[in-house]
């Protein structure tokens, strides 16, 4: 499949989507929206994608925002509501894709950059990447998920900061929030992200899915209900091949090769 604002590439076990709008510094208009949506689903059929990275292309933006250009010529509030529950729907799903979502985070992640990077499972970003919901200098509020993802991962107040005042935080300043799980030099974002992504294509693949699964439910419920959770998806995972292999491996002192069965 050709797309006109994505890249898509393939390596060992991992692949990788970028987005690529380099004069507007990446930003996500609708057809970019709707290509997302395909790679997203290239991603999760092929079987031998076992973790997926997506990052911006060129050296500056991951993803500058919506296109504001585009958010101009909404006409009505109807229109906004679509458009903020389109882009929901695709990050929820790159966050519950059953694989693992690296983001690299190589610049400017900014309103809706920002919140597609907040759908990854991890995040790394160059020493270069600034983040932050510059919505409300534009007189919106954040519309793919801002308000709800940075608020779960940071913390009410901090959100509230983050959104309110608009105001860019460095990656460091990231990092120390627990908003990205590393920072690395510039020109070596992508091959850490490689190296990950190869880590994870060799672990279980259905662990893994399960993995997601119970975290990303257990942490919108109440302990007891995300130990059951946790328990009926540790359960599930009695049911495959790999983890006789996992366990085999282990007690005859030898690497698994997991096949996700
Ligand atoms: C359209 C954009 C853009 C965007 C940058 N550009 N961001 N175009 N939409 N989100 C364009 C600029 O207009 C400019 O075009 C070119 O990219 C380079 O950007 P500059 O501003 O010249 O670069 P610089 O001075 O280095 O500043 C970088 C920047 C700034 C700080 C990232 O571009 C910026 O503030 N961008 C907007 C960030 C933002 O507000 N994002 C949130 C969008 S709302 P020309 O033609 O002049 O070269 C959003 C809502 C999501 O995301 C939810 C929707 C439902």
Redesign the pocket.
């Given at each position: 499949m050709e797309w006109k604002n994505i890249a898509w590439e393939q390596g060992d076990g991992w692949a990788q989507i970028t987005i690529q709008r380099p004069?507007?510094?990446n930003?996500?208009n609708r057809e970019t929206l709707e290509e997302l949506e395909q790679a997203v689903g290239r991603a999760e059929e092929d079987e031998t994608v076992r973790a997926l990275i997506i990052t911006g292309a060129g050296d500056?933006?991951f993803v500058?925002?919506?296109?504001?250009?585009?958010?101009r010529q909404i006409p009505s509030s109807w229109e906004?509501e679509r458009?903020?529950a389109r882009?929901q729907a695709l990050f929820s799903r790159i966050e519950e894709l059953d694989k693992p979502v690296i983001m690299a985070v190589n610049g400017?992640a900014?309103?809706?950059?920002c919140?597609l990077a907040m759908s990854g499972d991890i995040l790394i970003a160059s020493d270069k990447a600034?983040f932050g919901?510059?919505?409300v200098?534009?007189g919106?509020i954040?519309?793919?998920g801002?308000t709800q993802r940075l608020a779960r991962l940071v913390g009410k107040t901090t959100a509230k900061y983050l959104c309110l005042t608009?105001e860019?935080i460095t990656a460091e300043e990231a990092l120390r929030l627990g908003l990205v799980q590393k920072v690395v030099p510039h020109d070596q974002l992508l091959e850490e992200a490689r190296k990950l992504a190869e880590r994870l294509a060799q672990k279980a693949p259905i662990a893994m899915k399960y993995i997601k699964k119970a975290i990303n439910q257990g942490t919108e419920t109440d302990l007891q209900s995300g130990l059951r959770l946790e328990a009926a998806f540790f359960g599930l995972s009695f049911d495959t091949e790999d983890r006789i292999e996992g366990m085999d491996a282990f007690l005859e002192k030898r690497a698994p090769r997991f096949r996700g069965k």
């Open positions: 004069k507007v510094l930003a996500l500056k933006a500058a925002g919506a296109d504001i250009g585009e958010l906004g458009l903020a882009g400017y900014l309103g809706g950059g919140e600034r919901q510059p919505e200098n534009l919106v954040p519309g793919y801002g608009g860019m």
